[in-house]
C-alpha cells in the first residue's frame, strides 16, 4: 500500500523570503509615489487615492477661499472668478510629472477658451525664473499664483501637501466639485468641466 501524504508543510520564512517581501513592499510603495506624481505617497490617505474623484453637488463644501501673489508679481483671487468654472493646477517647475501632463492642461485650456472657464496655475516650491522659463517652454499662458513656501498649497482641501501635481476643478459657485490627484488628462477634464458648464 503506498504511504499517505500528509499535509503539506510550509518551509518557515527565513532572512532571503523575508527579503523578498520587503523588497516587493518597497516596490509597491515606488510604484504608488509614482502614481501620485512628484511628491511623496506617504501623506496619501484613502480619501486622497491617486486618480479623479468628482464630488456630488450635495457633498461639495464652502467656496475655496485662495488668493496670492502670481508669477508676474500681480494679485489674484479665486472669488473675482465667481461664475465661472475654475481649474487650479498644482505644479513646479522641478516636477517631471508635471512637465507630463502640461500638454492636456494648455490644450484643454485653448479648446475652452471661448466657455466660461479659467485655468489656473498654482506654482509650489519653486523659483520664479525656473517657472517663466518653464511655462515659457509649454506655451501655457494662463494665471499663475506663485507659491514658493507652498504656505497656500497646504490649504487646499483633499490635496495631499506632497503630491504634485494635482487638480482641482471648481463650479461656478467656487465649490470643490473634483479632484485629481496625480496627472491629469484631456479626458478626465473634459469629463469634470462638461456637466458644471451645462
Same mark, same amino acid.
Given at each position: 500500500?503506498?504511504p499517505?501524504?500528509?499535509p $503539506?508543510?510550509? !518551509?518557515?520564512?527565513?532572512? =532571503?523570503?523575508v527579503?523578498?517581501i520587503?523588497? %516587493?513592499? @518597497?516596490?509597491?510603495? &515606488? +510604484? ?5 506624481g512628484?511628491g511623496?505617497?506617504?501623506? $496619501?490617505?484613502p !480619501?486622497?487615492?491617486?486618480? =479623479? ?6 457633498q %461639495?463644501? @464652502?467656496?475655496?477661499e &485662495? +488668493?496670492?501673489?502670481?508669477l508676474?508679481g ?5 472669488a473675482?472668478?465667481?461664475g465661472?468654472v475654475?481649474? =487650479?493646477?498644482?505644479?513646479g517647475?522641478?516636477?517631471?510629472v508635471?512637465?507630463t ?9 485653448r479648446?475652452l ?8 496655475g498654482?506654482?509650489?516650491q519653486d523659483v520664479r525664473?525656473s ?5 515659457a517652454r509649454i ?8 507659491d514658493?513656501?507652498?504656505?497656500l498649497?497646504a490649504?487646499?482641501?483633499d ?7 494635482s487638480?482641482?476643478?471648481l ?11 496625480g ?6 477634464l473634459r ?8
Open positions: 500500500m503506498a499517505v501524504a500528509g $503539506t508543510r510550509r !518551509a518557515p520564512a527565513g532572512p =532571503l523570503a527579503g523578498g520587503r523588497a %516587493r513592499l @518597497a516596490a509597491a510603495a &515606488l +510604484a504608488a509615489a509614482a502614481l501620485a512628484c511623496s505617497a506617504a501623506q $496619501t490617505s !480619501a486622497q487615492s491617486v486618480g =479623479l474623484r468628482v464630488v456630488p453637488v450635495a %461639495r463644501g @464652502a467656496p475655496l &485662495l +488668493a496670492g501673489t502670481t508676474g500681480g494679485h489674484l483671487s479665486l473675482s472668478l465667481r465661472r475654475v481649474v =487650479l493646477n498644482v505644479w517647475s522641478w516636477c517631471t508635471c512637465a501632463e502640461s500638454p492636456a492642461l494648455v490644450a484643454s485650456a479648446s477658451g471661448g466657455q466660461p472657464v479659467t485655468f489656473v498654482l506654482d509650489v525664473s517657472a517663466q522659463a518653464f511655462l506655451g501655457s499662458h494662463y494665471p499663475q499664483l506663485f514658493p513656501s507652498g504656505s498649497w490649504t487646499l482641501p490635496v495631499p501637501h506632497a503630491a504634485a501635481p487638480t482641482l476643478v463650479d461656478r459657485q467656487g465649490r470643490v466639485a473634483a479632484v485629481v490627484i496627472q491629469v488628462t484631456a479626458a478626465q469629463s469634470v468641466v462638461a456637466p458644471l458648464l451645462a
